[in-house]
């Protein structure tokens, strides 16, 4: 394609300014005209095949190698998100309730408006909303008895108030305590001071945040921190990043030229979380835990969350250190025998779940020295999985790359041709889902930290359909964090318990006993 007739002198100096090289716009503008292929899924992931089933004395075993780690830790949270999409059918209520007025509370399921008010005095963010209210002389019972239910909720969500809508997860208040009630940023925080403290007692957390609210997560650290550190005897040392603008993406129009407004400027489109592994490959750190702002407990129910991830982390340094010891055997070089290289060779087909490709001539001793240390030389991520139980999201497949080889990889549904029957029999199979929850070991045998944008599938990003100024849009989201961004990682997947898996999708969620 040539950029000549595509991009002009103005646009080449806003391709400059967000720090997107043409040739990398070009590229995306290649992907709308092609589309991305499909993943090709062979089977499902399952417990003893490809899922790893960790027994409660292992889980021992694991842990203590975990305690017995002097390498640095840092605990990742994506963090940037508005929790607009939480309080999504609060805001419908306040804009339905002036001409429905009573039938909105029709519907008595756990996801509805009535529920959110016959337990609204159980949210931890109840105490707020009640001081918030008598600065005008009413109370959340008041209004209610009333039926002024949209005040209470314009109070909760909009600007003038308490801002709830604009707020990011991490400012929100989810978990009651007799102290007082803590948001999900600071659960992250107790959270860290659990399993990701280091031999001196730091703790490092890294968030990624959005401009507009790094003040707001930079202003609770300071309220909170040195509380913290006092109860849990550990020092925090707490970063935040934005998502890079060289991340964002071209939009086109239906006819895949790029979507310009009214100035004559391109209009760019954030990248998706896909964007983080840019900010993931900037921290200095040997593993670093990965886990969703919104996925915490409280403190009762933390016990089972600290076991996992301790032992998580420990199967990494177990995995780790035999391909670190494989790894400095075939680079010595030196009386390898055809034995050898067929025991790393299986090593590497029956525990990490790597397949080689048809083609690899298993006797030839350099063609499978070569594979071997190419396949081993990378990062490494232990994955935690739950047993499906209806929600949305990627699962855990075993697919073929095109490389030839074939991995263990989470995959989204859009990722898969759904409308091939054999396919959707896969998908449909799947037994497990992927509820983000890391282990990340960033570092190579050497101890350089690798370069992680060399270990990306740039072939598997997704096109939606948006609008702007009342016009359709093509956006590109890049290929998923923990999806494509992290294909080519060698991967291992462990069942996790359900209970350590908590998201907060919609407000209600917090209702949960979970979160109680």
């Known amino acids: 394609m040539n950029k000549n007739k595509l991009f002009s002198r103005k646009d080449e100096k806003q391709l400059a300014m967000l720090g997107i090289p043409c ?13 991305f292929p499909y993943l090709d899924i062979t089977k499902p992931a399952t417990v003893g095949q490809g899922i790893i089933r960790l027994e409660s004395h292992e889980l021992d075993k694991l842990i203590g190698d975990f305690d017995g780690y002097k390498g640095k830790l840092t605990k990742f949270v994506p963090a940037s998100g508005a929790a607009t999409r939480m309080f999504k059918y609060l805001f419908e209520f306040i804009d339905d309730y002036p001409k429905k007025k009573e039938a909105c509370f029709n519907d008595k399921g756990f996801n509805s408006i009535h529920y959110f008010f016959e337990h609204i005095t159980k949210f931890a963010f109840f105490y707020d909303l009640e001081k918030e209210l008598q600065k005008s002389g009413v109370s959340v019972e008041k209004l209610v008895d ?30 009651s305590y007799p102290e007082g009630a803590r948001t999900a940023f600071e659960e992250h925080l107790v959270e860290g001071a659990q399993y990701a403290r280091m031999p001196n007692n730091d703790v490092y957390i890294h968030l990624t945040v959005s401009p507009e609210h790094k003040s707001g997560f930079i202003k609770l650290a300071k ?18 990043s934005e998502q890079k603008r060289s991340t964002d993406t071209i939009a086109v ?174 998908f449909d199979a799947a037994s497990h889902f992927n509820p983000v929850d890391l282990i990340c070991g960033v570092v190579d045998y050497k101890g350089t930290k690798f370069n992680l944008l060399k270990y990306r599938d740039i072939q ?43 998201p907060v999708k919609t407000v209600n969620d917090l209702l949960r006993e979970q979160h109680q």
């Open 253 to 426: 129009d239906i006819n895949n030229e790029p979507f310009r407004n009214s100035d004559g400027s391109i209009v760019f489109r954030p990248g998706g979380h896909g964007a983080l592994i840019e900010n993931l490959n900037d921290i200095n750190a040997d593993i670093v835990f990965i886990k969703n702002i919104d996925n915490v407990v409280p403190d009762r129910l933390k016990p089972q969350t600290k076991t996992y991830k301790k032992a998580l982390a420990g199967l990494l340094i177990k995995y780790q250190s035999m391909v670190f010891e494989y790894l400095q055997l075939l680079e010595n070089g030196k009386n390898i025998s055809l034995d050898f290289l067929h025991k790393v060779l299986t090593f590497t087909i029956e525990d990490l779940c790597i397949v080689p490709p048809i083609h690899l001539d298993r006797d030839n001793p350099d063609e499978l020295l070569s594979y071997l240390i190419g396949r081993l030389n990378r990062p490494i991520r232990v994955c935690g999985m739950v047993k499906n139980e209806g929600e949305p999201g990627g699962g855990p497949f075993w697919a073929k790359n095109s490389d030839g080889t074939t991995s263990l990889q989470i995959v989204e549904s859009s990722q898969i041709d759904l409308k091939d029957p054999q396919k959707k029999a896969l």
């Open 23 to 35: 040739e990398v716009a070009l590229g995306q503008v290649e992907n709308f005209r092609k589309g």
């Open 460 to 502: 598997t990003g997704f096109i939606s359909i948006k609008s702007k100024d009342g016009k359709e849009l093509k956006a590109q989201e890049l290929p998923g964090l923990w999806n494509g961004a992290m294909s080519d990682w060698i991967t291992l997947f462990v069942e996790v318990p359900i209970l350590t898996f908590n």
């Open 146 to 175: 009333e039926k002024k239910y949209d005040l209470v909720l314009k109070v909760l969500l909009q600007p003038y108030s308490m801002d709830y809508g604009n707020l990011p997860k991490g400012l929100i208040k989810f978990h």
């Open 223 to 240: 309220e909170v921190k040195a509380e913290l550190e006092k109860t849990y005897g550990v020092n925090f040392y707490i970063e935040y």
